[in-house]
């Protein structure tokens, strides 16, 4: 059973350049989180999804992000004319399930995003 | 809100010895707990979680970690450290209602040889 893949691995983009993000959560999860760690700091989460829906978008700025979870494919985390402050390590988790025992989250290897 | 402390930033430990990094957490119900590690450029594997029942919680790579409610704790262990140990330890608080974790600014362990 494969991990949680993120592509690409790396991204360089230029100021005001899109930025997309991928993420193929584990076989059969259907809860998928963005969480944005800066150099030298944890991680902060941004996004909660499910197929086709945003549960929980409070940790995401109001402007020029966003997220998708659609029915096929992988969850898009989107940033739109990028600025040096979004230079970071973007990682996505997935979970199978939520509120049981069994609930927890397991990460990707991360897209680490350098903006120039 | 939840909210994770780890009040070490950095800690330094020669090869097999042992090992505590600590956590402290704020939640008004039962916390989902769990211990992360992260090695350079990599992404987040977890060594242990605590849901319920027995407060002290075994892990991979001979870590535990050992939960106490009257003190919001949630300190990891590991009796004998190896080099390979070297890397951030994240600690991390979830809600059962299946939202964000919160997590820690973690702490960075270095080993001597």
């Known amino acids: ?116 | 809100a939840q909210s994770v402390t780890q009040p070490d930033i950095h800690i330094t430990v020669s090869e097999g010895a042992s090992l505590e990094l600590r956590c402290n957490y704020s939640y008004g119900a039962t916390p989902y707990l769990f211990w992360y590690v992260q090695s350079p450029g990599q992404g987040l594997q977890l060594l242990l979680k605590y849901f319920s029942g027995d407060t002290l919680v075994q892990g991979i790579k001979g870590f535990e970690a050992e939960f106490k409610r009257s003190q919001s704790s949630f300190n990891l262990r590991k009796p004998s450290v190896h080099w390979s140990d070297a890397a951030e330890y994240f600690c991390a608080v979830g809600s059962n209602y299946g939202q964000n974790f919160v997590f820690g600014p973690g702490t960075r362990l270095s080993v001597l040889p």
């Open chain 1, 1 to 116: 059973n494969a991990g949680v893949m993120q592509n690409p691995r790396h991204l360089v983009r230029r100021r005001g350049q899109e930025a997309r993000l991928r993420c193929s959560p584990m076989k059969g999860h259907s809860h998928v989180y963005w969480y944005r760690q800066l150099p030298e700091e944890g991680l902060k989460f941004m996004v909660y999804l499910q197929k086709e829906n945003i549960i929980d978008e409070s940790g995401m700025p109001k402007e020029r992000f966003s997220a998708e979870f659609p029915k096929e494919g992988p969850s898009i985390l989107r940033i739109q004319q990028v600025v040096r402050g979004d230079s970071a390590a973007y990682f996505c988790a997935s979970s199978l399930t939520t509120g049981t025992d069994s609930y927890e989250q397991y990460f990707g290897p991360g897209t680490r995003l350098t903006v120039t």
